[in-house]
């Protein structure tokens, strides 16, 4: 009977998470000029004017990003989140533009918009923000440290269909230690494609990813 009981439980519990929808409608990742500056460096490419991150960032990483984004946040609230796209009339994806540091290619839509496009149970907008005003600097694998101190800052807001907020935070992060200790292999969790970290004595466009991911991570699970 206990093992009937548990099974009957255990099918009920994955239809509620299957019927729960959640959608990420906002995403912007921005990057200040001194950090710009490093990742100008690290992908070897003399880029003059203002700089988009469309020369350096290639689309499967942004893909990456928004996969683990959507990730983290089904952990932290045990509901399967994806990211949400409107678009225009042409069909063109509406999608942050990737200038004056911005990443792009990802969700850029707003609250009331989104709930009259799509029905579901919680939605959520993250804003993040990479400086170099933070107190430490980054240490490399061959042990030379990065020349600038990075910090970012995480805002994450997720609402109900009310626009009840069910949870809203905003932390800053300084302190990265070891960005890469050696190579490290990260997974797409949709895809499956590897991707390999090496070491470096700048700032690569998967750095700048990593920063993120920790400042995400921080956000949602550590109590300070």
């Known amino acids: 009977m206990k093992k009937k009981y548990f099974f009957l439980t255990f099918v009920v519990s994955v239809w509620a998470y299957a019927q729960t929808r959640a959608v990420i409608y906002s995403m912007r990742i921005k990057v200040d000029p ?8 690290s992908t070897n490419k003399p880029l003059t004017g203002s700089f988009s991150f469309r020369e350096c960032f ?3 990483l942004t893909d990456f990003i928004i996969a683990k984004s959507e990730e983290i946040l089904s952990r932290k609230f045990g509901v399967p989140f994806e990211a949400f796209y409107s678009y225009y009339k042409n069909g063109k ?15 850029d839509n707003t609250y009331k918009k989104t709930v009259s496009s799509i029905s579901a149970n919680y939605y959520a907008l993250i804003d993040a923000h990479l400086t170099g005003g933070g107190d430490f600097s980054i240490e490399f694998a061959n042990g030379s ?3 600038i101190k990075p910090q970012i800052s995480v805002t994450v807001k997720v609402f109900d269909s009310n626009k009840k907020k069910v949870y809203a935070r905003t932390v800053t992060l300084k302190k990265f230690g070891k960005l890469r200790s050696k190579t490290e292999y ?11 970290v090496k070491t470096s004595e700048t700032l690569s466009p998967m750095d700048v990813v990593l920063i993120y991911l920790s400042g995400l991570e921080h956000n949602l699970f550590e109590n300070k």
Do not use: F, N
């Open 34 to 41: 001194a950090l710009v500056e490093e990742v100008k460096i």
């Open 145 to 147: 440290v990065s020349k």
């Open 186 to 196: 990260l997974v797409d969790p949709r895809t499956g494609k590897t991707w390999a």
């Open 93 to 107: 994806k509406i999608t942050t533009m990737g200038v004056y540091g911005e990443l792009e290619g990802l969700p």
């Open 58 to 60: 290639p689309d499967t």
